[in-house]
């Protein structure tokens, strides 16, 4: 994967967007046979974009959602209201950095 | 249950300190009509609807209002985390600060506490429904004055995508109100 963490999160951020928009489609359509098959395609799109990104920069969610690296990553990666998370372009910032 | 991502629902880059946009955006933390309100009223809605289509979207709207929250949030804190000490006395965002520091927390623009008096659940599935059409354009019309009131581009552009998703939210709420008043109609007529 060439692109940097930043794409990364963004081409995430993009596929999670339109799945979360056909699936409140779906709420009120639930018999809406395109919007279904757009949204399977998506979620499989979407869970292997973030399966990739997780082994590379740690989880994106936890509770038994995604395994963890050593040490425990959930933790120690950064937050989404951190400067560290919105890292520069190439610096792997999946990482806490020493103290 | 929940789950927390650790990320954004969508990116949020504020350009530069900004206590004075802090205090305006806080609006939608903590407000009558912002994202707090939004999410307590559809999820605490859930339990008394009787039809699948209509705890779907709650649930469903309700989790990403949360989301819309923490974009709020993570805002307010950016646009005053660097901001120093010395240079926060005679901004709008003093009083703010006076009690919570840099810390985001839940009132509005004016200083009012958030209250659980913001929003109601009926018990009644037409009147929650269409409470929540009403919140959605009020939320709207916010989102459209902060957005005249922001100097900030990285600001304005994550307000602009709010402002969309209250649009849908609304496009929504309405086919539920549809499906809702279909099912009353048949169980009150045959
Ligand atoms: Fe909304």
Redesign the interface.
């Known amino acids: 994967m060439n692109i940097s963490r930043k794409e990364f999160?963004?081409k995430?951020?993009e596929l999670?967007?339109a799945v979360?928009?056909l699936?409140?489609?779906l709420?009120?359509?639930?018999s809406h046979q395109q919007a279904l098959a757009d949204y399977n395609r998506l979620t499989q799109e979407l869970m292997n974009a973030k399966a990739m990104y997780e082994r590379q920069y740690g989880?994106?969610?936890?509770?038994g959602?995604a395994p963890s690296q050593y040490p425990w990553q959930?933790a120690l990666?950064p937050?989404?209201?951190e400067d560290d998370y919105?890292c520069k372009e190439d610096m792997p910032c999946g990482y806490m950095k020493k103290s | 249950m929940w789950i927390y991502e650790k990320k954004l629902e969508y990116p949020v880059k504020v350009s530069s300190c900004n206590p004075t946009l802090a205090s305006l955006i806080i609006e939608q933390f903590g407000g009558a009509d912002g994202e707090l309100a939004a999410a307590l009223r559809y999820l605490t809605q859930v339990w008394t609807m009787p039809i699948p289509q209509a705890k779907a979207i709650l649930t469903d709207i309700g989790t990403e209002e949360l989301a819309h929250w923490e974009m709020i949030g993570t805002m307010v804190y950016q646009l005053v985390k660097d901001l120093p000490e010395s240079k926060i006395a005679g901004t709008p965002f003093a009083a703010h600060y006076a009690n919570h520091g840099k810390s985001p927390f839940p009132h509005n623009a004016a200083g009012a506490p958030f209250t659980a008096t913001y929003f109601n659940s009926k018990g009644d599935p037409i009147a929650n429904i269409y409470e929540n059409m009403a919140a959605e354009q009020k939320a709207r019309a916010t989102y459209e004055h902060l957005i005249r009131l922001s100097d900030d581009p990285g600001v304005t552009d994550a307000l602009r995508f709010l402002r969309e998703r209250e649009i849908v939210h609304f496009q929504r709420f309405g086919e539920t109100a549809r499906l809702l008043q279909e099912y009353m109609d048949s169980k009150r007529y045959y």
């Open positions: 999160l963004r995430i951020q999670e967007f979360i928009e699936n409140l489609f709420d009120t359509h639930p989880p994106l969610t936890n509770f959602y959930w990666t937050w989404p209201w919105d």
